[in-house]
């Protein structure tokens, strides 16, 4: 199993809908949260970032992290076709010399 | 701007050459970070380094090298050994307050 889950999609979203993105993890140490879109033949960007449990707000982008069931979840509201990308979750935890731990990545499409 | 530069954003390889990925940060990050991507793989671990003249295997390290010389750059080395080594490379350098990871734009390798 591995340490991250992530479904890779696609998902294919009508332009405004609400989209929920998530990741499962295995390792209760995860301490640290984040997630990154990467348009095609680009780097990674960071999105949203979050310490311990709890929800982030920025924009029309909302972080959810549940520590109790293992959980982590982005949420896009009003998608847009710029929204258009791959999402990936990553985590780390202290004493991990700063590795991050990647999801797969979900491939998401917003069709006008 | 601060930010991580890669060079070149394409590069065209014959089998049994060496070719060395340039990455450069102005950031003023310890740490640095090589990965590979493949299609449906995500981003795989290939080098990383702490502080200046040091730096750990990652993952799938076998038939690269690294050095890191200066704090800002962590240049990648791909050799001959590598068996399969048409892939997207990115760097990545970190914050240390936040473990987050900030990346380059990539460098396509083809080998021909």
């Known amino acids: 199993q591995k340490e991250v889950e992530q479904d890779p999609g696609p998902l294919s979203v009508p332009e405004g809908a609400i989209v929920s993105l998530n990741c499962t993890y295995s390792?209760?140490?995860?301490?640290?949260f984040m997630w990154y879109r990467q348009y095609s033949r680009k780097g990674p960007e960071l999105l949203m970032y979050t310490y311990s449990s709890g929800n982030k707000e920025d924009g029309r982008f909302t972080a959810q992290v549940d520590k109790s069931s293992k959980y982590i979840s982005l949420f896009i509201r009003d998608s847009q076709p710029s929204d258009s990308a791959t999402y990936l979750c990553?985590?780390?935890?202290?004493?991990?010399?700063?590795?991050?731990?990647w999801g797969l990545g979900t491939s998401l499409g917003v069709n006008p | 701007d601060g930010g991580i530069t890669q060079s070149p954003k394409y590069l065209f390889r014959k089998e049994g050459q060496n070719v060395t990925l340039s990455c450069e940060q102005n950031?003023?990050?310890?740490?640095m970070y090589w990965y590979r991507q493949d299609p449906g793989q995500g981003l795989r671990l290939i080098y990383y380094s702490q502080i200046v003249n040091d730096f750990q295997k990652g993952d799938i390290a076998e038939g690269y090298s690294v050095s890191r010389e200066k704090k800002e750059s962590f240049p990648l080395t791909v050799t001959s050994a590598q068996k399969n080594p048409t892939a997207f490379y990115l760097c990545a350098s970190t914050d240390r307050r936040t473990d987050t990871q900030y990346f380059g734009p990539g460098t396509r390798l083809t080998v021909l």
């Open positions: 390792n209760s140490a995860f301490q640290y």
């Open positions: 990553a985590m780390s935890y202290a004493g991990n010399n700063r590795k991050l731990i």
């Open positions: 950031l003023n990050h310890d740490a």
